[in-house]
């Protein structure tokens, strides 16, 4: 970062941050002890950051698995409350997210205003948790005496390829998951993972349960298929505009036949729906009958 | 002492039904003699029938005899391009620009005739499946109506599928269907397909081509305008032809996983739209508080209907081990009254196995389930010697990694194994790859909806089985499938979502 180079000139020195991953609620490095440079865009070092492995995934995977059930129990009034939360924490530290785009390269003068997005994507799912199963489930008229119903339960764990814009499109591919009762694993992007990282501290500060997010720095073509086949994870949501990626990557999701959604938008500025929530819930139907 | 021990102890006479002992049922077949069957089938491609290009032919055959019915047209690759071609032209130039009102009235059209000749339909039916003439009668061909019904209604409210959305359909669908329910299957594909404004291309399965092609009559007879419906007949390669076919928008698929994998990876990185509908290995879980006669009825039903050719079917029974004696000693009294044969007797429960394929495929995993070491039992009711049949038949004893316990057999053949705690009976129905369905039995309100809560499937029913309806959504989680059929859910199959304004 910009201390980094001005440290010299400084009274003091300035304590550096380590870039870490987020697993299960916390802050491992890599078990492959490998690492990546984060860069600005002219190619200057700014930190350096975990290169993930094929090991990092599943260890990833079964911190979602072991969190999804629980995540999905809670009731939608306390994930909405836990998801406004992110939003408070995330508010709270705008000024240190603007200064992590800007070394990204983001416009001085567009930061303010992705960080605000961020915040109130955040806060949009967060009162969407109580409220699209009420709008997309139905009582079902059936022609025989039962009671019969459809409602949305969450896929389970979700395997985010996360979009290049580093923080609003993060938020916004993984707030939808995790607002419908899904956990997540999400293989963020190489080219600005600081504000992922970050993140992953607002997260861990929101009473968000270990397990529910996590978040891998490194390679992600090295990552994408060892996630993408992997028989515990159910969904895909595959935030990128290259068709290969997309294709390879459903491909590996065969196995167990995940359910894929593609996202190919570079602006995340509009992607904001609840459909952005039911395209990670299954329908279940349920037939009780009616009598004595 | 458990509740089974005290049951068993009086030794009941037990009633015999089935002809053997002096119970027996007279013969009460079903008259055939309106039913107007002709030698020779056609494709149907562009409101009428034609022979396929190259002039092959497969023949159909009556699986309880094993006789010939028809000769029925085998399309080629460019057959279905023909019918691909068809269902674009009728998609661009008729369908996607009729109101949506009139549109809806020829679906409700084809309701109306399936109705009228629902008989006709029923008995050709049983005849090319196989299936009880009470359950082709009953169940089949009034569903596939009130599909038809159902799915009318919806053409002029697509404003209303998708809240804060408007809604266009896909394009030209391609649909393959499977021989366990060929008429219902066709209308599931075909109404909600049409009725969102799509043409499609259908392939029956190629053992059960008959009510596909009378379905064309009635669609013809409807006045529907010629390409907006095209059945094309065939095997895997016809079924193949249709599902990669570059023109075709969204695929639509019911049939095995196996093969449902082969499309999905087919359409990888496509961006088409499809729905799959695949295999499943339902637990049935009768819990100690279930009423015991209503569960053993809703497990002959879960398991014994339609031979169990059936991808929801209740094929795994766990039972909570304090009841477990008596509900199996009860199933076995149940089974034993169970009439296998002539699938157009009216007193037939177990029809004739759809196929020398499917017979034999049961047969290795009867096989198979002896061998990995679980008590067969089968009833002792005769069979027809000519047909393809199998005996209502239990593997007790059954261990979870069993492979009668974890493949789909599509038989009549069920897996028994008992459990102790809700937990451990949760964990078993979940421990599959499949999730398409499941049943709960249990007299405990609160209990049944946990339970039902907890099973990773698309569709529960507790203290029923095997009950469907238009309006229901249906279909699977984890590898049983992608996607919803019935209800708004099955009608989102068809429909895309326009962009927010």
């Given at each position: 970062?910009?201390?980094?180079?001005?440290?010299?000139?400084?009274?003091?020195?300035?304590?550096?941050?380590?870039?870490k991953v987020?697993?299960?609620?916390?802050?491992?490095?890599?078990?492959?002890?490998?690492?990546?440079?984060?860069?600005?865009?002219d190619?200057?070092?700014?930190?350096?950051i975990?290169?993930?492995?094929?090991?990092d995934?599943r260890?990833?995977?079964?911190?979602?698995?072991?969190?999804?059930?629980?995540?999905?129990?809670?009731?939608?009034?306390?994930?909405?409350?836990?998801?406004?939360?992110?939003?408070?924490?995330?508010?709270?530290?705008?000024?240190?997210?603007?200064a992590?785009?800007?070394?990204?390269?983001?416009?001085?003068?567009?930061?303010?205003?992705?960080?605000?997005?961020?915040?109130?994507?955040?806060?949009?799912?967060?009162?969407?948790?109580d409220?699209?199963?009420q709008?997309?489930?139905?009582?079902?008229?059936?022609?025989?005496?039962?009671?019969?119903?459809?409602?949305?339960?969450?896929?389970g764990?979700?395997?985010?390829?996360?979009?290049e814009s580093?923080?609003?499109?993060?938020?916004?591919?993984?707030?939808?998951a995790?607002?419908?009762?899904?956990?997540?694993v999400?293989?963020?992007?190489g080219?600005?993972?600081?504000?992922?990282?970050?993140?992953?501290?607002?997260?861990?500060?929101?009473?968000?349960?270990?397990?529910?997010?996590?978040?891998?720095?490194g390679?992600r073509?090295?990552?994408?298929?060892?996630?993408?086949?992997?028989?515990d994870?159910?969904?895909?949501?595959?935030?990128?505009?290259?068709p290969?990626?997309?294709?390879?990557?459903?491909?590996?999701?065969?196995?167990?036949?995940?359910?894929?959604?593609?996202?190919?938008?570079?602006?995340?500025?509009?992607?904001?729906?609840?459909?952005?929530?039911?395209?990670?819930?299954e329908?279940?139907?349920?037939?009780?009958?009616?009598?004595? | 002492?458990?509740?089974?021990?005290?049951?068993?102890?009086?030794?009941?006479?037990?009633?015999?039904?089935?002809?053997?002992?002096?119970?027996?049922?007279?013969?009460a077949?079903?008259?055939?003699?309106?039913?107007?069957l002709?030698?020779?089938y056609?494709?149907?491609?562009?409101?009428?029938?034609?022979?396929?290009?190259?002039?092959?032919?497969?023949?159909?055959a009556?699986?309880?005899?094993?006789?010939k019915?028809?000769?029925?047209?085998?399309?080629?690759?460019?057959d279905?391009?023909?019918?691909v071609a068809?269902?674009?032209?009728?998609?661009?130039?008729?369908?996607?620009?009729?109101?949506?009102?009139?549109?809806?009235k020829?679906?409700?059209?084809?309701?109306?005739?399936?109705?009228e000749r629902?008989?006709?339909?029923?008995?050709?039916?049983?005849?090319?499946?196989?299936?009880?003439?009470?359950?082709?009668?009953?169940?089949?061909?009034?569903?596939?109506?009130?599909?038809?019904?159902?799915?009318?209604?919806?053409?002029?409210?697509?404003?209303?599928?998708?809240?804060?959305?408007?809604?266009?359909?896909?394009?030209?669908?391609?649909?393959?269907?499977?021989?366990?329910?060929?008429?219902l299957?066709?209308?599931?594909?075909?109404?909600?397909?049409?009725?969102?404004?799509?043409?499609?291309?259908?392939?029956?399965?190629?053992?059960?081509?008959l009510?596909?092609?009378?379905?064309?009559?009635?669609i013809?007879d409807?006045?529907?305008p010629?390409?907006?419906?095209?059945i094309?007949?065939g095997?895997?390669?016809?079924g193949?032809a249709?599902?990669?076919?570059?023109d075709?928008d969204?695929?639509?698929?019911t049939?095995?996983?196996e093969?449902?994998k082969?499309i999905?990876?087919?359409?990888?990185?496509?961006?088409?739209?499809?729905?799959?509908?695949?295999?499943?290995?339902a637990?049935?879980?009768v819990f100690?508080d279930?009423?015991?006669?209503?569960?053993?009825?809703?497990?002959?039903?879960?398991?014994?209907?339609?031979?169990?050719?059936?991808?929801c079917?209740?094929?795994?029974?766990?039972?909570q081990?304090?009841?477990?004696?008596?509900?199996?000693?009860?199933?076995?009294?149940?089974?034993?009254?169970?009439?296998?044969?002539?699938?157009?007797?009216?007193?037939?429960d177990i029809?004739?196995?759809?196929?020398?394929?499917?017979?034999?495929?049961?047969?290795?995993?009867?096989?198979?389930?002896?061998?990995e070491?679980?008590?067969?039992?089968?009833t002792s009711?005769?069979?027809p010697?000519?047909?393809?049949?199998?005996?209502?038949?239990?593997?007790?004893?059954?261990?979870?990694?069993?492979?009668?316990?974890?493949?789909?057999?599509?038989?009549?053949?069920?897996?028994?194994?008992?459990?102790?705690?809700?937990?451990?009976?949760?964990?078993?129905?979940?421990?599959?790859?499949?999730?398409?369905?499941?049943?709960?039995?249990?007299?405990?309100?609160?209990?049944?909806?946990r339970?039902?809560?907890?099973?990773?499937?698309?569709v529960?029913?507790a203290?029923?089985?095997n009950?469907?309806d238009?309006?229901?959504?249906?279909?699977?989680?984890?590898?049983?499938g992608?996607?919803?059929?019935?209800?708004?859910?099955?009608?989102h199959?068809?429909?895309?979502?326009?962009?927010?304004?």
């Amino acid at each position: 970062m910009s201390e980094r180079r001005s440290a010299a000139a400084a009274d003091r020195l300035p304590v550096l941050k380590t870039h870490k991953v987020y697993v299960g609620g916390k802050f491992p490095r890599s078990e492959s002890g490998r690492f990546d440079r984060a860069l600005t865009p002219d190619g200057t070092p700014i930190a350096n950051i975990c290169r993930c492995s094929r090991k990092d995934v599943r260890d990833a995977v079964t911190a979602a698995r072991a969190a999804q059930a629980g995540w999905a129990a809670r009731t939608a009034y306390n994930r909405g409350q836990i998801l406004y939360r992110i939003a408070e924490m995330l508010e709270g530290r705008s000024g240190q997210f603007e200064a992590l785009l800007a070394a990204g390269g983001t416009a001085p003068d567009e930061t303010a205003a992705e960080v605000q997005a961020a915040t109130d994507r955040l806060l949009h799912y967060a009162g969407w948790t109580d409220k699209f199963q009420q709008v997309f489930s139905s009582v079902n008229p059936v022609a025989t005496s039962h009671f019969n119903f459809s409602i949305l339960e969450p896929m389970g764990v979700v395997g985010v390829l996360a979009p290049e814009s580093p923080l609003l499109g993060l938020v916004s591919s993984i707030a939808p998951a995790i607002a419908g009762g899904n956990t997540t694993v999400v293989l963020v992007t190489g080219s600005q993972p600081l504000p992922a990282t970050t993140f992953g501290e607002v997260l861990n500060s929101s009473d968000v349960p270990g397990g529910v997010v996590n978040m891998l720095t490194g390679r992600r073509d090295e990552m994408l298929a060892p996630l993408a086949a992997h028989r515990d994870v159910d969904a895909l949501l595959l935030c990128s505009p290259d068709p290969d990626v997309a294709r390879s990557a459903e491909i590996e999701a065969v196995h167990n036949l995940k359910r894929v959604a593609v996202r190919p938008h570079e602006d995340w500025t509009d992607i904001q729906s609840p459909y952005e929530i039911t395209d990670l819930q299954e329908v279940k139907t349920t037939w009780h009958p009616i009598g004595s | 002492m458990t509740k089974s021990t005290q049951a068993a102890e009086p030794e009941t006479p037990k009633l015999r039904f089935g002809g053997h002992d002096g119970w027996g049922y007279a013969p009460a077949p079903e008259s055939t003699d309106h039913v107007e069957l002709r030698d020779r089938y056609g494709l149907f491609i562009d409101g009428e029938f034609v022979d396929a290009k190259d002039g092959r032919t497969f023949e159909t055959a009556n699986p309880a005899t094993e006789e010939k019915i028809a000769d029925v047209a085998l399309a080629s690759d460019a057959d279905v391009d023909r019918a691909v071609a068809a269902a674009r032209r009728a998609y661009d130039n008729v369908w996607s620009k009729l109101a949506p009102r009139e549109r809806g009235k020829y679906v409700y059209r084809i309701a109306r005739v399936l109705q009228e000749r629902s008989r006709e339909l029923a008995i050709t039916e049983s005849l090319d499946g196989g299936k009880p003439i009470r359950e082709s009668r009953d169940v089949d061909i009034p569903l596939a109506a009130a599909h038809f019904f159902y799915y009318a209604g919806w053409a002029d409210k697509l404003d209303y599928a998708f809240p804060g959305r408007g809604a266009r359909p896909l394009g030209v669908a391609g649909q393959v269907i499977p021989w366990n329910f060929p008429l219902l299957m066709a209308a599931w594909k075909i109404a909600p397909a049409i009725a969102a404004g799509n043409t499609v291309v259908l392939k029956p399965a190629e053992t059960t081509p008959l009510t596909a092609l009378k379905l064309a009559e009635i669609i013809r007879d409807a006045g529907v305008p010629p390409g907006v419906v095209n059945i094309v007949t065939g095997a895997g390669e016809t079924g193949a032809a249709v599902v990669q076919h570059e023109d075709v928008d969204k695929v639509a698929f019911t049939g095995s996983t196996e093969v449902g994998k082969l499309i999905r990876r087919a359409l990888a990185g496509s961006g088409k739209h499809y729905t799959l509908e695949l295999g499943g290995k339902a637990a049935n879980l009768v819990f100690e508080d279930a009423a015991v006669d209503q569960a053993v009825e809703g497990i002959v039903n879960g398991i014994f209907f339609n031979q169990g050719h059936v991808c929801c079917a209740g094929s795994r029974l766990l039972v909570q081990e304090s009841v477990a004696d008596e509900v199996i000693a009860k199933l076995k009294d149940r089974m034993e009254t169970l009439i296998v044969g002539n699938p157009l007797d009216k007193n037939t429960d177990i029809g004739a196995i759809n196929s020398r394929a499917q017979l034999d495929k049961i047969e290795e995993y009867l096989e198979i389930g002896e061998a990995e070491g679980a008590e067969p039992f089968q009833t002792s009711c005769p069979v027809p010697e000519r047909g393809y049949w199998c005996r209502p038949t239990l593997f007790l004893h059954a261990s979870q990694s069993h492979r009668v316990v974890q493949e789909e057999i599509f038989g009549p053949v069920l897996a028994v194994q008992t459990f102790r705690t809700v937990d451990e009976g949760i964990a078993m129905a979940n421990n599959t790859p499949y999730g398409l369905s499941g049943g709960v039995w249990s007299d405990k309100g609160a209990k049944a909806f946990r339970v039902t809560s907890r099973i990773r499937a698309g569709v529960l029913w507790a203290n029923t089985y095997n009950k469907f309806d238009p309006t229901a959504p249906f279909g699977g989680y984890k590898e049983s499938g992608i996607g919803r059929e019935g209800g708004l859910a099955g009608l989102h199959a068809y429909l895309q979502p326009e962009a927010a304004a």
